[in-house]
């Protein structure tokens, strides 16, 4: 996911636009034609299934299995672009975007809230298909939220079905506290922002760089990449930052995996692929690239 940042680089701007709406959705969803195969390109999302350790990749073409060795690999050979991406559990998922068009030719092409139980082998519809295009999905405390782009609305939903839409706001990528329900942080072109009571209202997080991505870890560490690539840390909800190492391209999407105590980070970053850090993002390997 991407930020508005037109004024620092417009390459990352461009960027912004596919991701928050700001262009009209192709009737296809923009996919790439049939047969075509495009590989972990543009990626939207990030995940670990805890189940099993393995990192999946939620592109526009697809979704990947990432495996630390070997080629990644489309789940069930379906190009559906899947934009907002979440694990929330042992083999299940939750996303958004826009269909594959060899299995449904719903109009406007928007999948709303979608779910999957067997890895992303098959996805069931749960709620606002064709009515919205989830570009962030996130599930803490018994709920789920999400950013809609095509009503630029932070949403909120106990029971997956009935949302309640708590505010407007531009965004690229959010947040949730892990301790608190209340407190979100959310990437916009103007800055970070914060909110403390589910994302109905929010403030400028004053002296915060300007991040593009970001990722809370459990332990309570905030992970976030500026557009040029630059990866911070903040160990106090975002108050302040510290600077860590650099992924070498603009960051699409990340996620924090905690392992044996240790925050495994990985960063998408365009015409870098997939990078992996194990030293909180001071260092980057390559997990994957095309």
Known sequence: MSATVAAVAAGTAA????????????????LPPLGVETG????????????????Y?????????????????????RSQDTMGFSIVGPGQFIGSG?????????????????????????????????KADFH???????????YDSTSQSFMVTRDRE?????????????????????????TTQQGLVRSRDGGRTWAAVEGAPLLVVLSWAPQGHVYGVTPDGAVRRS???????????????E??????????????????ASERGILASADEGRTFTTRYAE
Not at 40 to 55: A, E, I, N
Not at 61 to 68: D, H, K, T
Not at 175 to 181: G, N, S, Y
Request: hydrophobic share 35%; glycine share 14%.
């Open 57 to 77: 990749a939620a592109t526009h073409s697809g979704l990947f299995r990432v495996p630390e060795e070997g080629r990644a690999s489309r789940v069930a050979n």
């Open 251 to 268: 960051p699409e999407a990340m996620t924090v995996d905690v392992r044996d105590g240790v925050e495994m980070l990985y960063v998408a």
């Open 98 to 130: 826009h269909p594959d068009p060899r299995e449904d030719d719903v109009r406007p092409p928007l999948l709303g809230l979608i779910e999957s139980g067997d890895r992303g082998e098959t996805w069931d519809r749960v709620s606002l298909h064709g």
């Open 136 to 146: 962030a999905l996130h599930a803490a405390h018994g709920q789920v939220y999400g």
């Open 15 to 30: 960027v912004f636009l596919t991701q928050t709406g700001g262009s009209a959705a192709p009737q296809n969803g923009g």
């Open 235 to 249: 160990a106090d909800g975002g108050a302040s930052w510290s600077e860590r190492g650099r992924v070498g391209g």
């Open 40 to 55: 972990v390109v543009h990626v939207h999302g990030l995940g670990v299934d805890p189940g099993d350790g393995v990192l």
């Open 162 to 186: 009935n949302w309640d839409r708590r505010s407007r706001l531009p965004m690229a990528d959010f947040e949730v506290d892990p301790v608190d329900a209340d407190v979100v942080l959310a």
